[in-house]
């Protein structure tokens, strides 16, 4: 089963409210995959979501680190898989074992997880319009397509 909602965004400081407000939605062990070119904007969507689990660390893309683990009043894994090449090198680096770990897992370039994504999960998709405003479209997904 899958509802989508969409939002238009005018600036970075919008996206980063959506995020924050989508947040209440989260709970321990929530999964949310981000879709989008690069610079559309799913950090600012990110730093968002960590704002609202009052993650004092700076939020970053964690690009060159893959994993950025954040502090929160629940545990926030940030990851990035823009450099991932396959499903074996993403294995490599834990993230199944961070999918588990019973924080709020949040993954940048998901596609990339391919057959590993789990089944119940969040989709952010955020489609470039113009310098300053991005289409962001929420999905939840329940279980099987
Ligand atoms: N409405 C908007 N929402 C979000 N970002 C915006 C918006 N308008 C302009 N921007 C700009 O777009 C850029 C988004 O960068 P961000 O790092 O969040 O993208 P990203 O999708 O995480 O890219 P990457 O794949 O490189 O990690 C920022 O420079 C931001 O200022
Ligand atoms: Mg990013």
Avoid at 5 to 14: L, M, R, W
Avoid at 37 to 57: I, R, W
Avoid at 92 to 102: K, L, R, T, W
Avoid at 114 to 142: F, L
Wanted: charged residues 30%; contains cysteine; aromatic residues 10%.
């Amino acid at each position: 089963m899958k509802s989508t909602e969409k939002f238009i965004s005018k600036s970075e400081a919008e996206t980063f409210c959506y995020g924050r407000d989508f947040a209440r939605r989260l709970r321990a062990g929530s999964f949310v995959g981000l879709y989008g070119d690069l610079g559309a904007g799913k950090t600012q969507f990110v730093k968002g979501v960590c704002d609202a689990f009052h993650v004092s660390e700076v939020v970053n893309s964690p690009t060159f680190t893959i994993v950025n683990e954040y502090h929160g009043t629940l545990p926030v894994f940030h990851i990035d898989l823009y450099r991932m090449k396959n499903v074996e090198e993403i294995l490599g680096i834990g993230v199944d074992e961070y999918i588990e770990a019973g924080g709020v897992c949040l993954v940048e370039w998901a596609e990339k997880l391919d057959g590993i994504i789990p089944e119940k999960r969040y989709e952010v998709r955020i489609a470039v319009v113009d310098d300053s405003t991005r289409e962001i479209a929420i999905t939840s997904v329940e279980g099987k397509d």
